[in-house]
């Protein structure tokens, strides 16, 4: 390794060499400075880009699993647990616990014997305890396996259903677009035949269909966005908030 005195020793070689080695190392740190510094026009463009397809189907799927529907599953879990919980306790109420105390005057009766034990205490178990609390705490375990299966199952559906449903609405948008441009043209076609007819260079069937195949285009165009609505309103009752605040 070069050091600052080695550079101005007057041998020529040793000193192109030192200025190879400092020149990479200048370059790095003019890099860092404050006015030599790039900008990642790539993050920027990412900021102010409107969230992706991938981002809008990931807060769909999590807004719906916020519903009531799942929630209510998770309740019904937490019962099971709980239900579980006192099947495991309740050997406690078949025990049955007694006691005698043995007591007497010794006063008044010199030639007594002392009975033993004085204190008697005593535990009954029914025997049908060891047959019975088993396979109810397996049943309660099984039923907790049940609720958290159907609380998947659950999740499950409600992805499949608002990605779907998403999808849909996705494909009406598309069909809107490719309508309108229908719409437009035939518009003008039947803009441009009012006026042969007004002139009478059309006939009165020719307007009549022109304007047959306009109406029809509108209907089209109609039931399509009524379509779209429908689908829009079903997405918004399965995540609660409008379906704009999440796309945009």
Avoid at 57 to 80: D, F, I, K
Avoid at 163 to 188: F, G, H, M, P, R
Avoid at 202 to 208: I, K, R, T, V
Avoid at 224 to 240: A, N, P, T, V, W
């Amino acid at each position: 390794m070069f050091s600052l005195m080695d550079s101005i020793c007057p041998k020529k070689g040793k000193l192109v060499i030192t200025l190879l080695l400092i020149l990479p190392t200048f370059q790095l740190f003019a890099q860092h400075l404050p006015g030599s510094r790039r900008r990642d026009d790539s993050v920027i463009a990412l900021r102010h880009n409107p969230p992706n397809d991938s981002m809008i189907q990931s807060r769909l799927v999590m807004l719906a699993l916020l519903g009531p529907r799942y929630e209510a599953a998770t309740h019904q879990v937490n019962v099971a647990g709980q239900q579980l919980n006192i099947a495991r306790r309740s050997w406690l109420n078949l025990l049955a616990i007694s006691g005698n105390f043995n007591e007497f005057d010794l006063k008044q009766n010199q030639n007594s014997q002392f009975v033993y034990p004085k204190y008697l205490l005593g535990v009954t178990i029914p025997i049908g305890l060891f047959f019975e609390l088993g396979p109810q705490i397996k049943a309660a375990r099984e039923t907790v396996k049940v609720t958290q299966s159907n609380q998947e199952d659950l999740a499950r559906s409600l992805r499949m259903q608002v990605l779907s449903q998403y999808t849909t609405y996705k494909n009406y948008s598309a069909l809107i677009t490719l309508e309108n441009t229908v719409l437009v043209d035939q518009q003008a076609a039947m803009n441009q035949m009012e006026k042969k007819f007004q002139d009478g260079s059309a006939s009165l069937e020719q307007y009549n269909t022109a304007n047959r195949t306009y109406t029809d285009e509108r209907v089209k165009m109609l039931n399509l966005q009524l379509s779209q609505d429908l689908i829009r309103l079903d997405i918004e009752r399965m995540i609660g908030v409008s379906l704009d605040s999440v796309i945009k």
